[in-house]
């Protein structure tokens, strides 16, 4: 069964980088021919789509983030890495990682909480 | 960038009767458009893909339908387990955007 387990810091300081690290067990990440994604979800808020992988590091990633968003994967780890930069506190949100099917996102992770503050 | 509009905000049910969720997409998106149930402190998990596809496991009681503009979710005969709240997503164009949600809860 395909499990994803998001992992980081659970605080940054305000225009710092927030760094997440997805660790995917059940199932290969270079031998699939799904991309892998982040979306988070802030406090009590809604679904925002952060960005998606595929396993040959082709990307796309929402216009909303203009530059300050990047994702990369280590297939070797099975694992595959936000970064958002400068960040501020309307970046404090829940974030998963999700295997992206067809562009359907199907398992999440269980989350993991990053706050943003001093 | 393709605004989903769910309706209503929360929809107040018992266990045993149905519920019916809407999801009206800004343009046209096909199909292409999922449901995804996320319980309290839980990650969401898909429920519905292509509009009317379940996902492995889901319970046939979940059914989707629409297409173009506007989709439905039915739940029939809600168990203590589905009062949650439901997003839809689009996948016609990017970015992939999700609704705002409609929770339910029990009446």
């Known amino acids: 069964q395909l499990q994803l387990q998001e992992s980081g810091p659970g605080l940054v300081k305000p225009s710092e980088t927030l760094s997440l690290t997805c660790t995917v067990s059940?199932?290969?990440?270079?031998?699939?021919?799904?991309?892998w994604g982040w979306i988070r979800q802030p406090p009590g808020k809604g679904l925002e789509w952060i960005g998606n992988i595929y396993s040959d590091e082709r990307t796309f990633y929402n216009p909303s983030f203009k530059s300050r968003v990047s994702i990369s994967v280590d297939t070797a780890k099975n694992q595959f890495s936000l970064n958002l930069r400068s960040v501020t506190a309307a970046d404090t949100a829940l974030y998963y990682c999700a295997r992206v099917p067809e562009n359907w996102f199907d398992p999440w992770g269980q989350g993991t909480l990053v706050t943003v503050s001093s | 960038e393709i605004v989903l509009t769910q309706s209503p905000a929360t929809l107040s049910l018992s266990p045993g009767e149905r519920a019916t969720l809407s999801c009206r997409a800004s343009?046209?998106?096909?199909?292409?458009l999922a449901w995804y149930q996320q319980r309290p402190g839980q990650a969401p998990r898909l429920l519905i893909y292509g509009a009317s596809n379940r996902a492995t496991g889901i319970p046939a009681r979940f059914s989707g339908r629409g297409s173009g503009t506007d989709f439905r979710l039915t739940i029939n005969t809600l168990e203590p387990e589905d009062f949650a709240v439901y997003y839809c997503q689009q996948r016609h164009s990017w970015p992939l955007t999700f609704g705002g949600g409609t929770k339910v809860e029990i009446k």
């Open positions: 343009q046209s998106v096909d199909s292409d």
């Open positions: 059940g199932g290969s990440i270079s031998g699939s021919s799904f991309y």
